[in-house]
């Protein structure tokens, strides 16, 4: 099973942006979404940006994650 992680965009050179994951600092491809913009929350795969997502969407999914390694249930619901 593959997860698309989401992050936030802190830097951008060309085509390959800067994210940010937990305080982690990665390389993520622009090119399939060049829409980009510093400040948005992208969902990354595979290095590649595949979709913007607004910033409580990004919050909801970090939280999802942090349940799957064992981390206290913060989300109640998924609209």
Do not use: W
């Not at 491809?29 to 910033?55: K, W």
């Not at 409580?56 to 349940?67: F, Q």
């Amino acid at each position: 099973m593959c997860l698309a992680v989401p992050a936030k965009v802190v830097e951008i050179q060309d085509q390959l942006a800067s994210v940010e994951v937990n305080g982690v600092r990665r390389a993520a491809s622009l090119m399939l979404l060049p829409e980009a913009a510093i400040g948005d929350y992208v969902l990354v795969h595979a290095g590649f940006a595949m979709q913007i997502v607004e910033a409580d969407e990004a919050e909801r999914i970090e939280a999802l994650r942090a349940e799957m390694r064992g981390a206290p249930r913060t989300v109640v619901s998924i609209p």
